[in-house]
């Protein structure tokens, strides 16, 4: 369903919580966002207590003056329900639908995402909520999209959950045998006689049982995603034309399977904060998350729904993008799919536990750098006007949240293995090397690809295997990472040697798993290095490209290829290492750089005919047409980007100037 009021234009704004501030202050918003280019606005997502204030009392006239007033400014609205934060009310109304931690914690109001997912009276007091503001704002013009709840995670262990968790597992297994079976309850005394002994991973005195606790997030992921489809149930029947859409958060903590959720909603939205400034690692980062929600979006167009304006989180730390990084950043958002660039949030919070996140007016207020930059994007986004050709893409990665969630269970060979981190490894490398990646979901056909690359696909299933293996049959290129083909949905480890049922594939069979210390290194031959894991890998039919050098395993494989096309990889490679490699990888599968020049910070994405190159180095660079292979062609100034027509290499829209 197309975005109301945003054919032909690209999307600016971010949350607006005009509730937090007087209304002689949302006249100067207004002007304000209309200097910035702003035309799309966020609204009450955390403005529950002052919409009900009381059970069943509304408060709407200060929201009908806001929407009016940005609808007479030309703004339009993404109205939120606020049921990620219930008033303080509800708590003491209803006791029991507080949520519970697996120590057994019963948490109150004070913060927000109060309330158990699976509890009656919250389900009942949000579908109330939804339906109110449905009712009061169906037909307001400035109405353009709905935005349910906000980053849906929120995890419960109290009774309320338990019983759902059991009828969750009840349509999964049907048998109390089956669930025996696939929990491997034969271990430790934990097999079960009765559903009603069955619990959440609640705490327990040593290790937990890791298919228990992946199942746990499964149910999580449906059981907040039927909270989120009562609500989009209620808005598409109250509001049949607008588009209705929550905002993903990922991270490794959210127990959300973003595949299952992306066929729920009307369109595609993420939140994206880089975890890191350090080098181009905000850059890397944000090339991969736009990547994957252009993946959950099957290809088609989503909404970066909130990022930052003016910092990172480094390490802890909130550090000041630097200049122009905003620019650059959602510039590459855009040139992978977005529909826009919305900001968390639009004026910085008088108080709160928030205060201090960066805004698009900082509290320093309008006369300031930061908002200079903003007005400044807003400048180049209207410019740019909104263009949705397909990326294009020859590469696709195997991501997989189950082998995520399942890599961060109790019991592993090693602690800290990262998926997030190996994905990242990956797709990084690609990146620097200029090529242009699509994300798909294990299981998924991949013959429009000529490469895909699987890190981790630590739990295998054989439709994803078969997907790989038909792929390979048929002439396609695929590399393999360590710690895939290990074990099955249940975690229940692959007999016969791993990568289990891709070994035939890629003719190899790993024996023997040799993680490695923190910090460690292992010397390869004849050259680079490797880290953090390795293996004893039995070559059977595959050829070894790198060898271990040193210590147990020297002189076994490290890194193999099998009939030229199906390459298996043991350890992690260092960064040097892994590029020229995957160099090879790209020309034997005859893989090449979005254009010539591309690459090492300087980012290219083809998007139907439309060439964005962003520079994101210090130095200036030159990239050419892909179509003629020559390097030489446009000049990109450091810091700076441009986007051209593919062919003819003719800035027709403005380069940023802004450095
Ligand atoms: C998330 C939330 C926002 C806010 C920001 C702050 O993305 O959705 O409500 O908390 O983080 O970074």
New binding site residues.
Partial sequence: MPLRGFEGRLCYGG?YNPEQWPEHVWVEDVQLMRQCGVNLVTVG??AWSMLEPAPGQYEFGWLDRVLDLLHDNGISVVLATPT?SPPPWFGFAHPDALPVTRDGVRLVHGS?DAYCPSAPAYRAAARRIATALAQRYAGHPALALWHVH??YGTVCYCDHAAAAFRRWLRDRYGTLDALNEAWTTAFWSQRYADWEHVLPPRATPYLANPAQLLDFRRFCSDELLACFREQRDVLRELTPDVPVTT?F?IAPWVPIDPWAWAREVDLVAI?H?PSSNDGLAAEEETAFVADLARGWAGGRTWLLM?Q?PDIV?NGGWMVPKRPGQLTRLSLSHVARGSLGVMN??WRASPGGA?AF?SAMVPHAGPDARSLREVTHLGAQLANLGRHDGPVAADVALVWDPHSWWALQGPGLPAPGLDYWAMCRHVHGSAWRLGVTVDIVAPGEPLSGYRLVLVPALFLTTASAADAIKSFVDSGGHVVVWYLSGVADTNVRVHRGGWPGLLATTLGVRVERHYPLPHQATVALDPAGTGSSWSELVRPEGAEALLRYAKGDLAGEPAVTVHAGRAWYVSTRLDDATQQRFLAQVFAAANVAPAAPGAGHGVEVVRRGQRLYAINHTTSPAEIGAPSQGSQTGLRIEPGTYLVTDVDNLVTDIDSAAHR
């Fill in positions: 949350d997502v955390f990620a927000r906000n980053e905002n958060a939140d904060y909130e930052a989180h968390f949030q928030e996140m």
